[in-house]
């Protein structure tokens, strides 16, 4: 592979799947509009009475959300305004009232990938909210948001465990391991698999039992899933991870990293009990094949919902 081909994966589109697949609005069915939630451990700045985000590290959790604007559901005008919370306390009451507005009372916890700022992983919370109706709380964790600046994301992927094994017991205190649907992308993936082994190690081998466990166009080696896949099957009955046989970024991370990612689909891949793979090729209207399948998730998500409008028990996926 040329270095020319190389450098395409990373500079034809954004790595974070923030744009849209064309001929795609991203409407969902969704007639309640709710805020996007957020948790950082990125470094928070206030200047002039306004509070960011920046790219550095922070030890201690940021919350906030969204702000609603007048107008249609699911409307916003340009990017939308993040507004910070002043605590933990509030994140949860707010979290909770807009549970209330709802019958389905799942909540989705998105990780994205590498090269991802906070506003772009909120837009792409936002579309998951549109499409699935659900409330949506996006970690977003230090990535760079530069495509050059691959390996500072890795580490501070790692580093970011023990604050996203925080967010996942908040959330479990609040919403239920058993009403969260956690969802990850690309680099995000680690993320997400460390953190439940990280959960299950501190539980002494006793797993939460989270409601659906769903990973995009994953950026980790093929091999480390296979050998803590089966922490993943005790930990989510409904495990999907969605992968591209033509991902070429993922590609030129296999190169860097020489090993096979697990999001790029190749033969021979040994079957994982518990573990449903879905090759979306044919569904991913990308360039270069690496992005989210929004529809493929948002059918994922209402498949666990009975006629009557309450999530039903998921059965065992297999390959």
């Known amino acids: 592979m040329s270095i020319a081909l190389l450098l395409?994966?990373?500079?034809?589109?954004?790595?974070?799947?923030?744009?849209?697949?064309?001929?795609?609005?991203?409407?969902?069915?969704q007639a309640l509009e709710l805020p996007t939630f957020f948790i950082t451990n990125r470094e928070r700045i206030e200047k002039r009475g306004r509070v960011t985000?920046?790219?550095?590290?922070?030890?201690?959790?940021?919350?906030?959300?969204?702000?609603?604007?007048?107008?249609?559901?699911?409307r916003r005008a340009g990017r939308p305004p993040l507004v910070p919370m002043a605590s933990e306390a509030e994140f949860s009451?707010?979290?909770?009232?807009?549970?209330?507005?709802?019958?389905d009372r799942r909540v989705i916890v998105f990780v994205p990938g590498y090269a991802c700022g906070l506003t772009d992983a909120v837009e792409i919370g936002e579309r998951l909210g549109r499409d699935t109706g659900l409330p949506v709380v996006v970690f977003s964790w230090p990535s760079r948001n530069k495509l050059l600046a691959y390996t500072h994301d890795e580490t501070s992927a790692e580093w970011s465990l023990s604050q996203f094994s925080a967010v996942l017991r908040l959330m479990d205190a609040r919403?239920?391991?058993?009403?969260?649907?956690?969802?990850?992308y690309s680099m995000g993936a680690r993320i997400v698999s460390w953190g439940l082994e990280r959960r299950?190690?501190?539980?002494?081998?006793?797993?939460?039992?989270?409601?659906?466990?769903?990973?995009c166009s994953p950026d980790m080696d093929t091999g480390v899933f296979v050998n803590s896949a089966g922490i993943l099957a005790r930990s989510c009955l409904d495990n999907r991870v969605y992968v591209s046989s033509r991902d070429l970024r993922l590609r030129v991370s296999a190169i860097l990293h020489g090993?096979?990612?697990?999001g790029t689909r190749k033969p021979g891949l040994p079957?994982?009990?518990?573990?449903?793979?879905i090759d979306f090729t044919d569904a991913d209207p990308s360039l270069i094949g690496h992005s989210i399948p929004f529809d493929l998730l948002a059918q994922a998500i209402g498949a666990t919902v009975t006629a009557a409008g309450r999530p039903a028990e998921p059965a065992t996926s297999a390959n």
């Not at 030890?59 to 249609?72: D, H």
């Not at 299950?200 to 990973?215: I, T, Y």
């Not at 090993?259 to 697990?262: E, F, G, K, N, S």
Request: net charge positive; hydrophobic share 40%.
């Open 200 to 215: 299950l190690a501190e539980d002494d081998g006793v797993p939460a039992r989270f409601s659906q466990v769903l990973l």
């Open 259 to 262: 090993a096979i990612r697990l």
């Open 93 to 103: 009451q707010a979290l909770a009232e807009a549970r209330r507005k709802l019958h």
């Open 271 to 277: 079957q994982m009990e518990g573990i449903k793979l």
């Open 8 to 29: 395409s994966a990373f500079l034809v589109s954004p790595p974070s799947g923030a744009k849209l697949p064309p001929g795609s609005d991203g409407s969902g069915a």
């Open 53 to 74: 985000y920046g790219a550095e590290r922070s030890s201690r959790l940021s919350f906030g959300a969204t702000a609603l604007t007048p107008g249609k559901p699911g």
């Open 175 to 184: 919403v239920g391991s058993g009403k969260i649907v956690l969802i990850a």
